[in-house]
Structure formats: C-alpha cells, structure tokens
C-alpha cells in the first residue's frame, strides 16, 4: 500500500519546456488534487477531480491542464512553462466518507 | 468567498512548554475542520480534525479547539517536542463541498 506517489521528485525546465507530472494513489479515493506551494507560502488549489471522469479549475489553473485517466491516476500538465511555475506540487487524494486528504510526497519544479 | 487565515506566521517556544496555533475562518457554512503538520521536504500530514457539532476534540498530545461565534480554531500542542517542528495549517470545508480551503500557514520552531 503505497498511499498517493508522485513522479518526478525533481525536475528542472527551460521556460517554454513542456511537461507532465504523475500522480497515483492506491487508497480507493473518489476525488484527487493537484496543488502548489510557493516558499514560504501556504497551499493553492490548482485543479481537481471529484470523480473519474471530470475536472474543476482550482484557484490558479493557467497555464496548467490536468487529466483524470482513471481512478488511480490524475496526472498535471505544463504546456509551455514559465519562471513563474517554480514550485513545489503536491497532489492528494480524498474519499467522499472524510474530508481527510492525503497527500503524495511533492515534485519539486524549477523554471530556468 | 471562502478563506481561511492564520493569525502568526511564525511561532516560536521552548521545549517542553505548550503551543496554541491559531487560525480564523470567515466561511459560517464550513462545519469541518482539520489540522495537517508539514516538515521540511514534505507533503502536509493529517493530524486532527473537527466537526461543527463539537467544541474541543482531544488526540495524542494536540487538542482542538473550536469557536464558532468568533469563527476561531485553534490547535494546542501539549509538551512541545522537537518532532513538533513544522509548519501547521489549518483546513476548513463544508457537507457537500469537494474541496478543503487552506490557511497561509504558521511556522513552529522550538527553542532548546
């Protein structure tokens, strides 16, 4: 039981460089989150998904797209990325029985 | 809209004194609130959690209180630990909602 993982841990881009981080969960959870936090600074909502099948624009979705493939698995997109997308993401999962989410362990993202 | 704050970004205490860890929510349809803990280099971890139903609830070492005339939630960390090191936010959310609003954040350190 690996809980929520995420792939790459690390990962450095060249502003314009595209990429997709992974994350998958093997806890049955209904809905999943993708998140960034900036130094020092608390959690932003980016998107999530409720439920296999659909996706909501968080707090700060541009520039990002996300694809829930299945259950398990909701990956994070960066099409064309940008300096301001240097971040640590985390993604987490949720089950609809609690509130409680659980969250992979982080890709740490730098935009040169 | 919803947001949730913390009242201290940082928190500084001496080992083995107790630490109360504020936080403010302005949303009075949220009914569930939760604690998570992040240490250095990882993603945040559910500690305790509250319902609206309740005013205190007590775990291993934290008790949590919550206020709803003032729309007051604060986390008590009895004995404190250098384990307790950390950064605490606060969560909050509602029946129905599919997502948990954070707070900024508030950064404990503990003093030899």
């Given at each position: ?112 | ?29 949220s009914d569930y ?19 609206s ?41 509602h ?18």
């Open positions: 039981n690996a809980g929520v993982t995420q792939t790459p841990k690390f990962q450095v881009l060249k502003t314009g460089q595209s990429m997709t981080l992974q994350c998958a969960q093997d806890m049955n959870h209904n809905s999943m989150y993708w998140y960034r936090q900036d130094p020092g600074m608390g959690l932003r909502l980016i998107y999530y998904s409720a439920s296999e099948g659909t996706t909501d624009k968080g707090e700060v979705p541009n520039g990002y797209n996300v694809s829930r493939l299945n259950k398990r698995e909701f990956s994070l997109r960066l099409e064309s990325a940008a300096p301001s997308q240097t971040s640590v993401y985390f993604c987490a999962g949720m089950t609809t029985l609690s509130y409680e989410q659980y969250f992979g362990p982080g890709t740490r993202l730098t935009v040169t | 809209g919803e947001s949730v704050g913390l009242h201290l970004p940082t928190l500084s205490v001496q080992e083995g004194d107790n630490s109360i860890i504020n936080c403010a929510y302005s949303n009075s349809a609130f939760i604690w998570y803990k992040q240490e250095s280099g990882k993603g945040p971890q559910f500690i305790i959690d509250i319902r139903n309740m005013d205190k609830r007590q775990g291993q070492r934290v008790t949590v209180l919550l206020n709803k005339t003032v729309k007051h939630l604060s986390l008590q960390i009895a004995a404190t630990q250098p384990g307790d090191s950390a950064v605490y936010f606060c969560a909050e959310t029946q129905g909602a599919q997502k948990l609003v954070f707070g900024q954040g508030t950064r404990l350190t503990i003093n030899p």
